[in-house]
Every structure is written in C-alpha cells, then in structure tokens.
C-alpha cells in the first residue's frame, strides 16, 4: 500500500511539472515530413510597419511580395498557399512580370486576385519599350492577372540610355503607359531599373509616380551605384515612391552567412518604401513579415559593416 502510493505521488508530481513546463514555455508542435521544408506558422499576425509610396499616397508595408519564383516550383496548390499566406500577413504590394516563370507568376497570381483582388496594391511590369508593344503585352497580362486594371504598371529593366530613348520615342512605350493611366488602365506609372543614373533622367521627366531600383550592400546587379544617394533625394523632392528589389541578389548574398533580416533591414534604411523579396515557402513569407514588423534602422556603421562583408576594405 506504501509503495503504491509513493507511486501515485511520484506519478503526480512529474505531470505537475509538465503542466508547469508548458504553462511558461507553450511551442507549436511541428512534425515535419521527409522533403517537407515548412516551418512552423506564426501563431500571432505581426503588424507591419508601413511608408507611404510617394505622390500615390497609398500606405505599404515595409515587406512586399515578388513574384519572381512563383511557379518555378511545378506544386500549384503550394504556390497559391505562399500568396494567400502573405495577403493574410498583410502584405499588401504584389510584383510580377510575363516574364516570370514563362508567364506562370502572373496566371498563378491571378487565380488569388480572382477572389482577393481588393485587398492588393498589384504591379505589373512591360518589358516591350514600343508603344505598339505594351498595348499588347498589357492586354496579356490582364487577362493572365484576372483583373481589369493594374494599381502600378513598370518599364521592366531600363538599363541604359539607348533603352531609354526607346522608351520615350514618340512610338515609344511611354506614350503607351500615358494613354492607360489616362484611361484608369493603370492607376500609376513608374520605372524598373539596376542603374539609378537612368532613373535621375527619367525622374526629369516628370511623370512617372514611381522607381523601382537594385539595392543590397554588395552592390550585386548595381549599375552606376555614386549615383544612388542622388537619386533617392531627387526621387523624394519630387515625391516620386521608391521600392527596393534584389535586396539578396537572388539569395546569393546568403552564402556569405548574412541573415535576410539584415538585408532588409540594409535596404529599409534607405529612404525607399519597401522591398520586393520572391519567396518560395510560407515560412520565407513570415520571417519576412516579422523583419518588416520589428524594423529599426541601421546606422551608418552598421551599413558599412555590412558592406564590407561583400568587399572588404586592404
């Protein structure tokens, strides 16, 4: 009688200790299946923080979705889920361009826009700088898209002034973008581009309402980088948004054993609006938003500290 007792008490007392253990220390039990690369979901919707995009006045969040890698992977039902994922989070700025993925990017975000399309700041990009040519590829892409307009429609990767003058011939593929913003197409017009040189000309020109430009500290994809602090205080005196893109120079820049939070939070302390990240798992999505969530500047040390990670100082 004793001994079972001494049993019943020793029985007892290690489930109060479990008790107590997962009263102070509750986790998300996650089993994770062979080939399953998922984290376990966030259990809590971090806010993000936001900036407003320029003369658009629109509020986006510090994180925004790229659609670069979405499709690339052949699992539809994941893909979506990565999409629906990120809205859910608050993501609210979505890019993608017919380029990407042969065009699968922007069908696979159409089937969320279906159902979703209001709750989204879409962009879209044209890669065709004649005027004949955008028309077409617009229509294209609508159609892909599954909605009737765009909220920001790009020339996609100006890279020198040969293009530009393409772009702004008199059959160019501006006039083009002037005459959809006219007709509520597009709500607004802007400029992709690796080199912030042609984007200082384009801003002369004074009508596009946003820049799209590479920014990441190993100036990976840069082109004419002295040019960037120039292009972002013109950008801001004319109240033009500006958005980061190829923050992880294609995830490259992880290999040297930087944290994406880091990236971001490089970009970010720049004055942009947000950063476009292409991610492939949900969980990229929510460590992302948690980045965006918990952003604090960086200081000048620690950009240049970062920097010198990539190319370090003799």
């Given at each position: ?94 890019d993608t361009s017919p380029r ?52 920001l429609y790009l020339h996609h ?158």
């Open positions: 009688m004793k001994r079972t007792l001494v049993k019943i008490l020793s029985s007892m007392r290690v489930l109060l200790c479990l008790i107590l253990f997962f009263t102070v220390y509750p986790f998300n039990i996650h089993t994770a299946a062979a080939g399953d690369e998922t984290r376990p979901e966030t259990s809590v919707l971090q806010q993000m923080q936001t900036r407003r995009l320029g003369k658009t006045g629109k509020e986006i969040p510090l994180f925004s979705l790229g659609g670069a890698y979405i499709g690339r992977q052949g699992n539809f039902q994941k893909e979506i889920d990565v999409i629906n994922r990120a809205i859910d989070m608050g993501v609210k700025y979505i990407y993925v042969g065009g699968l990017s922007e069908r696979y975000i159409g089937h969320v826009m279906k159902t979703r399309r209001n709750e989204v700041f879409l962009t879209d990009k044209c890669h065709d700088f004649t005027y004949d040519g955008a028309m077409r590829l617009v229509q294209r892409s609508l159609r892909n898209l599954q909605t009737d307009h765009l909220d990767g100006v890279f020198n002034e040969n293009q530009l003058e393409e772009v702004t011939s008199e059959r160019g593929a501006l006039k083009a973008f002037l005459e959809l913003k006219e007709k509520k197409v597009v709500n607004y017009i802007g400029m992709s581009s690796h080199s912030p040189k042609i984007l200082l000309k384009a801003l002369d020109l004074g009508v596009y309402d946003c820049m799209v430009v590479t920014l990441n500290p190993a100036g990976d994809a840069m082109l004419d980088r002295p040019y960037l602090d120039e292009f972002m205080k013109k950008a801001a005196e004319k109240g033009v948004g500006v958005i980061a893109i190829h923050t992880a120079g294609g995830g490259k820049l992880l290999r040297y054993g930087v944290r994406m939070e880091d990236l971001l939070r490089y970009a970010l302390s720049y004055p942009v609006t947000t950063a476009v990240v292409s991610v492939s798992e949900i969980w990229h999505v929510e460590e992302n938003v948690m980045s965006a969530a918990n952003f604090k500047s960086m200081t000048v040390e620690e950009k240049s500290k970062l920097e010198n990670i990539f190319s370090p100082k003799k």
